[in-house]
């Protein structure tokens, strides 16, 4: 919502307030996949943020995402097969 009014500061600590709470989601079980997703997502939000504004830091939090939706697809295929 933050956002989407154009104030990035405050976009900015929301995303960063959800990332932090993500984090210690996912650290507490590294096996749910609901928890990591939650993560991949706080960090492409906080990397579209940082492009947005022109910020080498998002290519940091796109590459954490695409690290952890690599990670999920691999488990999903291997669960799929027979």
Same mark, same amino acid.
């Given at each position: 919502?933050?956002?989407? /009014?154009?104030d990035l500061?405050g976009?900015?600590?929301?995303?960063?307030?959800?990332?932090?709470?993500?984090?210690?989601?996912?650290? /507490?079980?590294?096996?749910?996949a609901?928890? /990591?997703?939650d993560l991949a997502?706080?960090y492409?939000r906080?990397?579209?943020?940082?492009a947005q504004?022109?910020d080498p830091?998002?290519r940091?939090f796109?590459?954490?995402?695409?690290?952890?939706?690599?990670?999920l697809?691999?488990?999903t /295929?291997?669960a799929?097969?027979p």
């Open positions: 919502m933050r956002r989407a /009014q154009g500061t976009a900015l600590a929301a995303y960063q307030a959800s990332l932090a709470i993500a984090e210690r989601l996912a650290r /507490q079980d590294p096996a749910n609901g928890w /990591q997703r997502v706080s492409k906080l990397g579209g943020l940082y504004q022109g830091q998002a940091t796109f590459e954490m995402e695409l690290n952890i939706a690599t990670k697809f691999a488990n /295929q291997a799929e097969t």
